[in-house]
């Protein structure tokens, strides 16, 4: 079946690394997406991966991709307050015809001092 | 800029009413999605359109209306039968057929008074 799971809830400190972790269903998934979503506002992608990659840097962001395991996580590293927002793993996969987005519940990142 | 624009950002509807979220994207993107966020939920897809005067269902159709007359436009009708309308609704549009996943809109938030 088509599930992105993600786990609900993560606080970390001020200047600390978070992980956000992500599993999903589909092996033959091409591309494996991040976005943010900041209150009120619409989601915002961070970055994305392409399934013959292990790993995708930029900037404080790091991607990593273990197909076997069908596990996605995104570190963010010297965390800041203004990353306090929902984060939402998604899966791109063939369905009903077209590509489409499946998209995780989302991770509630809390950044405290 | 190009963008994705939603509008209102906030709606207010009586019981029995229907009610249209404005969505105009001036990306030249062929799709275009409706989703609906409910809290503590990932993203569920209401319809989508890959060409213009072309769409097709998702997975919570039922109860909302679509149209696809213009590339730039994809507006989406909350019915009154649709028994549980309060929410977020939230567009996208991508390219079809490339990985870059989906631009979004900055959300409405409908609320029945």
């Known amino acids: 079946g088509e599930d992105v799971e993600q786990s609900l809830f993560l606080s970390v400190r001020e200047g600390d690394s978070s992980v956000i972790n992500c599993t999903y269903t589909d092996s033959s998934s091409t591309y494996l997406y991040w976005y943010k979503q900041e209150p009120g506002a619409g989601l915002q992608l961070l970055t994305y991966i392409f399934s013959n990659m292990d790993m995708k840097q930029d900037q404080r962001l790091t991607v990593l991709l273990n197909k076997k395991d069908k596990h996605l996580s995104l570190r963010i590293a010297d965390t800041q307050t203004g990353d306090s927002a929902i984060y939402?793993?998604?899966?791109?996969?063939?369905?009903?015809?077209?590509?489409?987005?499946?998209f995780g519940a989302g991770t509630r990142l809390a950044v405290h001092p | 800029d190009g963008g994705i624009t939603q509008s209102p950002k906030y709606l207010f509807r009586k019981e029995g009413q229907n009610v249209t979220l404005s969505c105009e994207q001036n990306l030249n993107h062929d799709a275009m999605y409706w989703y609906r966020q409910d809290p503590g939920q990932g993203l569920r897809l209401i319809y989508y359109s890959?060409?213009?005067?072309?769409?097709?269902?998702?997975?919570?159709?039922?109860?909302?209306?679509?149209?696809?007359?213009?590339?730039?436009?994809?507006?989406?009708?909350?019915?009154?039968?649709?028994?549980?309308?309060?929410?977020?609704?939230?567009?996208?549009?991508?390219?079809?057929g490339?990985?870059?996943?989906?631009?979004?809109?900055?959300?409405?938030?409908?609320?029945v008074v």
Do not use: H
Request: proline share 3%; net charge positive.
């Open chain 2, 98 to 111: 490339t990985g870059g996943g989906y631009t979004f809109g900055s959300g409405t938030r409908l609320t």
């Open chain 1, 88 to 102: 939402f793993c998604a899966e791109r996969m063939w369905s009903g015809g077209y590509n489409k987005l499946i």
């Open chain 2, 50 to 96: 890959q060409i213009v005067n072309d769409f097709q269902k998702g997975d919570i159709a039922e109860g909302y209306s679509v149209s696809r007359e213009k590339k730039e436009s994809f507006p989406l009708t909350v019915t009154s039968a649709q028994k549980n309308p309060t929410a977020f609704y939230l567009c996208a549009s991508s390219i079809s």
